[in-house]
């Protein structure tokens, strides 16, 4: 059994990313938190604070439905404002990444964004993921995560101009999965879009399907590697 964090800066981006894979964690008898640090909704300039506080709750109702049908629990942060990590200090965003590897979850495997992505809340939230994960021992005598892999968000992935996400591992999901991973998505009715938007149900199938005849797959979910310790 192996116990697994998943850490996104945004609801909506850990079942993008690694859905399929959280579910087939899951389905294996690991044990899968997730960590979402911002709220995705408060930089859409909403009319009023009321508004904004229900488009937060929204967004967090839909997030434990997610969560409910891939059977995972959520650790949900509000480490900064929506599209402006960087108005954080990085520090205090890498303390509060790794309170939760340090003294929560301990895992042994970590899955987050990609460091090139076109969105600053995802470039933040990979480098603080580094910095949470570095290969030191803990203050109480863990080792650290063994196992470090970036997953897409591929309107943000894809966008990007500064680096290439350039997957090493590959995660091939059963059709069943599959299936988990659609149904989890169209859980964040308000953040789906028609074709051809990336966040459509459509697209996202289309880049499963992608990465499944790039590694002899039906269906596949691509990772590049930052650690893996054996």
Not at 8 to 32: F, R, S
Not at 126 to 148: C, F, H, I, N, Q
Not at 161 to 170: E, G, K, N, V
């Amino acid at each position: 059994m192996e116990r697994v964090l998943v850490v996104a800066a945004h609801p909506d981006d850990e079942v993008i990313g690694c859905g399929g894979t959280i579910a087939k964690h899951v389905q294996t008898g690991d044990i899968v938190s997730v960590l979402v640090l911002g709220d995705g909704v408060g930089s859409r300039g909403h009319a009023s604070s009321e508004d904004a506080l229900a488009a937060r709750l929204d967004r967090e109702e839909e997030m434990r439905a997610a969560h409910e049908v891939l059977g995972v629990d959520c650790i949900h942060l509000d480490v900064a404002p929506d599209n402006q990590f960087d108005a954080v200090p990085m520090l205090e965003i890498a303390k509060e990444i790794s309170e939760v590897v340090s003294h929560v979850v301990e895992p042994s495997i970590i899955y987050t964004h990609h460091r090139g992505d076109l969105n600053i809340d995802h470039r933040i939230t990979a480098e603080a993921t580094l910095v949470a994960v570095r290969p030191m021992v803990s203050d109480k005598g863990g080792m650290p995560p063994r196992e470090v892999y970036a997953y897409e968000v591929p309107e943000s992935t894809a966008w990007a101009c500064r680096h290439d996400f350039r997957p090493s591992m590959y995660v091939s999901l059963p059709f069943e999965i599959f299936n988990r991973k659609l149904e989890a998505i169209q859980r964040y009715k308000n953040e789906m879009r028609d074709i051809p938007h990336p966040r459509s149900i459509n697209n996202i199938a289309s880049v499963v399907m992608a990465r499944g005849a790039e590694c002899g797959s039906g269906y596949a979910e691509a990772f590049e590697t930052i650690r893996c310790v054996r």
